[in-house]
């Protein structure tokens, strides 16, 4: 299916001033060139490269991945078709996000187009489920729980109406409260047994705010998701009202230390919950209430990559009138 539609990017460059493409091949070489036209009988791809010559190149030879992001704004964007088979070459390289905003962009341009699009999305979907699984299994068997646990919040989130979904929650039954747990134990594990009874009810509320935050992933409806999230800040909140009240105890420069060493596990687990819920508002296209979920969680952790990278997001989808759909990658 890949290779079968690796073509269809090429095919939208056809329709490119002057046909220029920057090709890179699985060897790592490039080749700058003028596409002349594709054969999908034989999937090779016939261009004139910059000094004149002709040559020809299959498909086996192209690193679609590469095909794709080096060439990508060189679609036409008012073109739907051109848009449509961008998005299935997108797709069928991996690269999801791309897929799902180009079929956005192809139904607004040309909304007979919706049943097709249906098709695709839908193995759009599959794809993105497997491969999100896939990646998730392979980090739980490297012990990087971390790593596994990014794929199966994707799942959960962006995919529930897929299978893997329902196996993603289990698997964050099993996994997401630990690896808050053990982020806490580190820090404990620095801190004085004075200070670990002083924050005794503050880990209470944290560990409340972890289980709420999971299951506000694994909820089902956007109502009770949204109840659950926003119960979990209200914990993490009174987390962080008690760390100050414990902070202005002590004046000692290490112990005040190890209070902010607490403050910087909760703070990042209420970015995570503000995150959540501005992907659960931009789902239903209130990108002014994502950005806010944002800026909150920028006002916790202004470096946050994942937040900065959601924030740019948002205002693109935002300015282009598209629809947030699931893209994630």
Known sequence: MRRALSGALLLALLAAPLSAATLKLKDGSRVECKVRSYDPATQTLHVTTADGEQASYTMAQLDGRSVYQVNSSLIPEGDA?????????????????????RYEIAL???????????TERTKLKRAAA???MA???????????????????TLVEKLPGEPEAQQASEMLDTHYDKLRADKMAEVEARASEELKRDA????KDYDQMVEKSRKGLQARGDSQAAGLFRGALKDGQ???????????????????EKVQEYRGVVSQQMVEVHLSIASQLATQTDYKGAQREVNKALALDPDNERALTMRARIEDYSSRGIGWGWGWR
Request: net charge positive; proline share 3%; charged share 35%.
């Open 200 to 203: 005794a009810s503050a880990r």
């Open 130 to 132: 497997e491969f999100c």
């Open 108 to 118: 607004k341009l040309d909304p007979s187009m919706q049943a097709a699009i249906d």
């Open 238 to 256: 009174k987390v962080l009202d008690e760390l100050d009240r414990i902070e202005r105890k002590y004046t000692a420069p290490d112990v005040r």
């Open 81 to 101: 078709k051109a848009q449509f088979l961008a998005a299935n070459f997108a797709r069928d390289a991996g690269l999801y996000a791309h897929a799902a905003r």
């Open 135 to 153: 990646n998730a299994k392979q980090a739980v068997d490297k012990g990087d729980i971390s790593e596994a646990e990014r794929w199966l919040k």
